[in-house]
């Protein structure tokens, strides 16, 4: 799979997933300092799924409907442990293989997602 990490995404996390096969462009080493709602253009460009902490990419992405139908992966593991984070993140992205074209939320215990339509039409479903 394509990423595009945001920068407040960990090293540990891209290098993880970079060992495993995947092409990561980090923000932070090639887009620093950038807007959000630039990020995500870019990564639909390149059809890279934006992966984030950050809240913000959810109401560019369903509130403004911004085009983002390469998808965008929020990691939402506060209070965890750094290692038990990134090994969490990268278990929970290479379980599925359907990330493209939804907003999806990664939890300790979870993934929810949202489908995202052109327009900023969303339906919404859950999954575990």
């Known amino acids: 799979m394509q990423f ?4 407040n995404v960990a090293k ?3 290098d993880g997933l970079r060992k495993n096969g995947h092409d990561v462009l980090s923000a932070k080493e090639s887009m620093r300092g950038q807007a959000d709602d630039i990020i995500l253009a ?3 460009t390149e059809k890279r799924i934006v992966l ?5 990419f959810g109401e560019l992405a369903i509130r403004l409907g ?3 139908e390469s998808g965008v992966i929020l990691v939402r593991l506060s209070g965890a442990d750094k290692d038990i984070a ?3 993140t990268i278990e929970a992205i290479e379980s599925r293989s359907d990330w493209e074209g939804k907003f999806s939320v990664v939890t300790g215990n979870r993934i929810c997602m949202r489908l995202l339509q052109r327009g900023g039409d969303e339906a919404s479903q859950a999954m575990s």
């Open 12 to 14: 540990t996390i891209m």
């Open 4 to 7: 595009l990490a945001n920068e």
């Open 42 to 44: 870019r990564a639909q």
């Open 66 to 68: 911004l085009p983002a």
């Open 86 to 88: 990134c090994q969490r």
């Open 52 to 56: 984030t902490h950050d809240k913000d």
